[in-house]
Nanobody
Framework: QVQLVESGGGLVQTGGSLRLSCAASGLTFGSYAMGWFRQAPGKVREFVAALLWSGVNIGYADSVKGRFTISRDNAKNTVYLQMNSLKPEDTAVYYC????????????????WGQGTQVTVSS
């Protein structure tokens, strides 16, 4: 059974930092592209960042470029999202997802999803 478990969310002030982690089990982690997505209240879920099985970055949403960094440790079956210079508009539930596609191009290309972790940025 595949499980993706996010952690590291919480409440932070504007300008602060958080590091999200997503621990994967039940799949050959090193064979999957991994992504982070987020959903703010009343909004659709949106792409944040993703990287290939090799660690090559696929891309970042324009709204987080220069502030967020995605990385992975295949030995630990974990993907990370370092979030710096946080803004109130970053407030959302953050989800990690795994894709068996060589190059996932959208949310539909992701096979497995975590339950999410709440990030709240106060102004």
């Amino acid at each position: 059974q595949v499980q993706l478990v996010e952690s590291g969310g919480g409440l932070v002030q504007t300008g602060g930092s958080l590091r999200l982690s997503c621990a994967a089990s039940g799949l050959t982690f090193g064979s999957y592209a991994m992504g982070w997505f987020r959903q703010a209240p009343g909004k659709v879920r949106e792409f944040v960042a993703a990287l290939l099985w090799s660690g090559v970055n696929i891309g970042y949403a324009d709204s987080v470029k220069g502030r967020f960094t995605i990385s992975r440790d295949n030995a630990k079956n974990t993907v990370y999202l370092q979030m710096n210079s946080l803004k109130p508009e970053d407030t959302a539930v953050y989800y990690c997802a795994a894709s068996s596609r060589m190059l996932p191009r959208g949310q539909r290309d992701y096979n497995y999803w975590g339950q999410g972790t709440q990030v709240t940025v106060s102004s």
